[in-house]
C-alpha cells in the first residue's frame, strides 16, 4: 500500500522506465522533481504530468492512481508538446491531442502514441542521443560534452523543448534525482554529496530544500520509512 512502481511493460523498456500505483488510505502525495514526465489516471482521466522544478503535493481522496513514468525527454517526443509547456502542470491528454474514443488503458494509450513515431519538432535527436544527454549530465558532464549535436546557442532551446528546462537547471534536477536515490538507499548525507557530484555537504542540504521543500532531515525520514516498508524509490513520497 502507498506508492509503489513495477517493471515497464517490455516492448516499451526503451520510453517506459517504470509503471506505478498509489493506493491505500486517503493520504498527500509528495512530487520530487525528477526530470521525467509521466502518463497517469485520475478519476477515469487520462492525464500528463510535465516536468517539475520544484516539489509539490497532491491530494488523493482514495481513488488509486496508476501511472507510466516515462525516461526524461521521452515523453514530448511523442506528444508533439514542447515541455517547457507543461512545466510544473498537470493536464488532460484530451486538452493536448486527440485521443480514440477505444482507448481504454494506460497501455493502449502509450503504444498509440509510440506507434506514431517522434514529433520532430519535440525530438531533435535519436532515442540514442537523448540518452546520451540524460545520462551524461545526470553523471555531471559540461553541455560541451555530452554530444556535438546539442552545444552552442541551440543548447537552451532544445533543452527546453525535450526537457521543460535549460541546461543548467536539468543538471541540478538530475544531480537532485541521484542523491534522493543514494538517501534511500541508506548512505549518510556526506557519502550523497560527494558520490552526487555536489561540491560539498551544504551544497546538498540547499539544493534539497529547494527542490524538495523539506529539510533533508526529512527527506532521509521518508527515505528510511520507504526502506522499511518495503516501498521502491521514486519520484513521489507520502508527504
Keep these: 500500500m502507498g506508492y509503489r512502481e513495477f517493471p515497464p511493460p517490455t516492448a516499451m523498456r526503451d520510453l517506459v522506465e517504470c509503471a506505478w500505483v498509489v493506493d491505500g488510505p486517503p493520504a498527500p502525495v509528495r512530487v520530487l522533481p525528477d526530470g521525467c514526465m509521466d502518463l497517469f489516471r485520475m478519476d477515469g482521466r487520462f492525464m500528463v504530468a510535465g516536468p517539475d522544478t520544484t516539489a509539490s503535493v497532491s491530494p488523493r481522496e482514495g481513488e488509486p492512481f496508476v501511472g507510466l513514468r516515462f525516461h526524461p525527454g521521452v515523453l514530448p517526443r511523442l506528444l508533439g508538446v514542447p ?122 542540504h540547499r539544493d534539497v530544500r529547494d527542490l524538495a521543500g523539506v529539510p533533508l532531515s526529512a527527506l532521509r525520514q521518508v527515505s528510511s520509512a520507504n526502506r522499511s516498508t518495503q516501498l521502491p524509490s521514486g519520484s513521489a513520497t507520502v508527504a
Design 83 to 204: 515541455a517547457s509547456d507543461l512545466r510544473n502542470a498537470r493536464v488532460a491528454v484530451t486538452d493536448l491531442i486527440s485521443v480514440p474514443p477505444r482507448t481504454r488503458s494506460l497501455l493502449e494509450l502509450a503504444t498509440d502514441l509510440a506507434s506514431d513515431g517522434p514529433r520532430p519538432e519535440t525530438a531533435p535527436w535519436s532515442l540514442p542521443q537523448l540518452g546520451q544527454v540524460t545520462g551524461g549530465l545526470a553523471a555531471g558532464s559540461a553541455v560541451t560534452e555530452v554530444g556535438v549535436w546539442w552545444a552552442g546557442r541551440a543548447a537552451p532551446c532544445s533543452a527546453s523543448a525535450v526537457y521543460g528546462y535549460g541546461p543548467a537547471m536539468l543538471r541540478r534536477i538530475l544531480r537532485f534525482r541521484r542523491a534522493v536515490l543514494l538517501l534511500d538507499k541508506g548512505l549518510p548525507p556526506v557519502e550523497v554529496a560527494v558520490h552526487a557530484g555536489y561540491a560539498d555537504q551544504p551544497h546538498l
